[in-house]
Every structure is written in C-alpha cells, then in structure tokens.
C-alpha cells in the first residue's frame, strides 16, 4: 500500500512558483486526438498493442524522408532522419496512439526513463487488476512489483502497477472500481474510459 501526499518542501515549491497570466484557450481547441510514440520496430509494437492490449490497428502512413530540412524544420530532429512508416491504433474507449519506426544519424536507442526530460508513460484502465496482472505474467510481459492502492489523499481507491513492452516502453495499468476520493462532491472529473461522455 502507498500513502499519498506531498511533502511540504514540495509543497512549498509549487506554491513560490508563478503561474503565468491567464489567457483565453486555443479557440475551437476539442481534446487530445492521439499520443505519438517512436518504437524500434513498427511490427512489433504494432502486433503487441494489438494482441497483449486489444488494440486496434487502423491505416498506415508509408515512409517519410527528404533530402534537404525538412525533417528538421517540420518536426524538431535530425535533417536526414527517416521515418520508416508509422501506423494509426485505436485502444479501446481513449485515445489514440500514432506508433513510428525512426532511423536517424543521432538517434537514442537507450530510450527515456520517467525520471529523464521528456519521460513518460501510457495507462490502461483495466475492470480486474488482478485479473490482468495475471494475463500479463502468463504471457511472460515484466510486471514492476505488484499492484500498489492509494490510501489516502484524492486518489485513495486507485490501484496501479507498471509494466513493460518488450522494447522497454513504461506502461501502466490503472483500476478504481470505487472511483478516486477526489471525485466527491464534485460535477466535473477527470476524463475517465469508463465514463466518455461525462
């Protein structure tokens, strides 16, 4: 079990940090349409995704190089760095994922922890956590230690473990049959797959 809060030095630190002006939002700005992720290799990712998760592969893009900028000026890496192809996924009831096999002369191969810049990781909202730590084990997929419960704070009631795609992406498994303690009394929640339209 994991008690959740913060400690007051971090607590003190997001209060003496300023938040900048408020400021009309981006017009006609509807939600998060897809989460971009590069992977080693498309085919694997893809056929994970699909057979681990439920996911579901839609089009692919074809490859994408150019012998001048390009690549540099339109998406921020290396001028003579390829993409492969790169594949729409629709994973259940959230948002989708837009999966690329890259090549380029300066690539990191070694991949980002949470703790790196730029770290991250994608959640899946799962009914039966143990359920599906178990599909996971029997399938021989790294689970990170075992599932922990907030028990206090605004997440008390949500259970999540980590766990990793064959080519080392973090991922997540998250499940609050009983909802988070941060949601009573309240109109407005987090989006939740669970609950779309709400």
């Known amino acids: 079990m994991i008690k959740q809060g913060l400690t007051g030095s971090l607590i003190g630190a997001a209060l003496a940090t300023p938040l900048p002006a408020a400021a009309d939002p981006m017009p006609g700005m509807k939600g998060l349409q897809h989460i971009g992720i590069t992977v080693p290799r498309l085919e694997e990712a893809v056929d994970f995704?699909?057979?681990?998760?439920?996911?579901?592969?839609?089009?692919?893009?074809?490859?994408?190089?150019?012998?001048?900028?390009?690549?540099?000026?339109?998406?921020?890496?290396?001028?003579?760095?390829?993409?492969?192809?790169?594949?729409?996924?629709?994973?259940?009831?959230?948002?989708?994922?837009?999966?690329?096999?890259?090549?380029?002369?300066?690539?990191?191969?070694?991949?980002?922890?949470?703790?790196?810049?730029?770290?991250?990781?994608?959640?899946?909202?799962?009914?039966?956590?143990?359920?599906a730590v178990a599909d996971l084990t029997e399938r021989g997929i790294r689970v990170l230690g075992e599932p922990s419960t907030f028990t206090e704070g605004p997440a008390a009631g949500l259970t999540w473990v980590y766990f990793l795609a064959p080519w080392g992406l973090q991922l997540e498994l998250v499940s609050a049959p009983g909802g988070m303690a941060y949601e009573q009394g309240l109109e407005r929640e987090l989006w939740d797959p669970r609950t779309p339209a709400r």
């Open 49 to 131: 995704f699909e057979q681990v998760l439920g996911c579901e592969p839609f089009f692919t893009f074809g490859e994408f190089s150019f012998e001048d900028d390009w690549m540099e000026r339109h998406l921020n890496v290396h001028p003579r760095a390829r993409i492969r192809d790169f594949q729409m996924v629709r994973c259940g009831n959230g948002t989708n994922l837009e999966v690329f096999e890259y090549s380029a002369p300066d690539q990191n191969r070694r991949g980002l922890r949470n703790s790196d810049i730029g770290g991250h990781h994608l959640a899946f909202y799962v009914d039966d956590m143990a359920a």
